[in-house]
């Protein structure tokens, strides 16, 4: 079987587990959402503290922006997220879904070479040659003229990328194919690629976030991409990236911020439920914006009669918390690094959730 399909197959039976426990098991109402590992450590903040505030219980299985596409397309689960936005084969098997952007975060570029502390230059060049098994030792000239006062070691690289469908996969592939066209034509952006591996290139592949920074943070010599959330909770040495204005920028709140004004504040966003795929805050051209910038998405359907296990009930709650999330629940998200949406993409996400309907009947939104 491919490998690609078994681990949607994993990812989805994870879901359908949790969706029987949650419906049937708990004696609050309960909704059920799954995908990207992304937005998780914000997430479960803001689900923890509107448990506290409500009646109303939320579950996130955490399967990878891959897997909970699969889940909606499915129709199991009552929202799923994604840090790449429903591309036109997705949205031809989930039709009438929509774009709910519910923060903005950074990928980061984490390595762990013993001597060597945080703020390594590197450009998105330099990046894309690594990952293309192009350079495989860490004093390599590529490497070593970015850094000239830093000694580097004589030691393979050991690359460690995403094995399942991942939004930071697509943000990461999306940013080296704007840096180098030699990657653009080769690998392309994608939730999930072909990650070349050349004779004398070493290359780990793991499942979600978490598992990356794990790898990167058990293994010397090793360099992967991770999310920022996850960096600072593992404490990573990260690299500083070279922006379109030249600088080395190391990513953190006000930097990313810088990016999504210079970015996201200043244009027209489309509808929630138009395609979102044009819509991109990488390589803002703010002097001091870090460049590997993102929206990340909740998406549920319009209908929401769609959805199986759907009641008015359930409608109303679901409404309700998204409201919450990208109102009240934003408060939550300086403290993880990510940045709290800008007035316009708020108003962009109350016509969302307003348009929102159970057998065509309008949900309060509080």
């Not at 479960?44 to 909970?68: C, F």
């Not at 999330?325 to 007035?343: F, M, N, T, W």
Request: charged share 10%; no cysteine.
């Amino acid at each position: 079987m491919n490998r690609k399909i078994a681990i949607a197959i994993i990812a989805i039976v994870i879901v359908v587990v949790g969706v029987f426990a949650y419906l049937y098991l708990s004696p609050t109402m309960t909704l059920v959402g799954s995908g990207a590992t992304f937005p998780y450590p914000l997430l479960s903040v803001m689900i923890s503290h509107y448990a506290q505030e409500t009646n109303v219980h939320v579950t996130y299985d955490s399967v990878g922006s891959g897997g909970g596409i699969a889940a909606l397309e499915s129709k199991i689960v009552d929202f799923a997220a994604s840090d790449a936005p429903l591309g036109a084969t997705d949205m031809a098997k989930a039709p009438g879904s929509l774009h709910i952007p519910e923060t903005i975060g950074a990928v980061t570029i984490a390595y762990n070479v013993p001597g060597i502390p945080t703020g390594l230059n590197l450009t998105g060049k330099a990046i894309a040659d690594i990952f293309a098994g192009n350079v495989t030792m860490w004093n390599d000239a590529e490497i070593q003229n970015l850094n000239p006062n830093t000694t580097l070691p004589a030691k393979n690289i050991v690359t460690v990328h995403r094995s399942d469908g991942s939004g930071t996969t697509f943000i990461f592939t999306g940013y080296l194919s704007a840096s180098s066209p030699a990657w653009n034509n080769s690998v392309g952006q994608g939730k999930s690629v072909n990650w070349p591996s050349p004779p004398g290139s070493t290359s780990l592949g793991a499942i979600g976030n978490n598992l990356v920074a794990q790898d990167v943070n058990n293994t010397q010599y090793t360099i992967g991409y991770v999310e920022l959330a996850y960096a600072l909770q593992n404490g990573f040495t990260v690299a500083a990236i070279q922006n379109p204005s030249g600088n080395w920028i190391m990513p953190s709140l006000s930097t990313i911020q810088l990016a999504v004004q210079s970015a996201a504040a200043s244009t027209g966003l489309p509808a929630g439920n138009a395609s979102w795929a044009n819509v991109n805050l990488l390589n803002a051209h703010d002097p001091q914006a870090y460049p590997i910038v993102s929206f990340t998405y909740l998406l549920v359907y319009q209908e929401l009669n769609v959805t199986s296990g759907m009641t008015h009930d359930r409608a109303e709650a679901l409404v309700k918390f998204l409201w919450w999330v990208v109102h009240d629940g934003q408060q939550y998200s300086p403290g993880l690094e990510y940045v709290k949406l800008p007035a316009n993409v708020v108003q962009t996400d109350e016509a969302t959730i307003q348009s929102i309907t159970f057998n065509r009947q309008h949900l309060p939104t509080s």
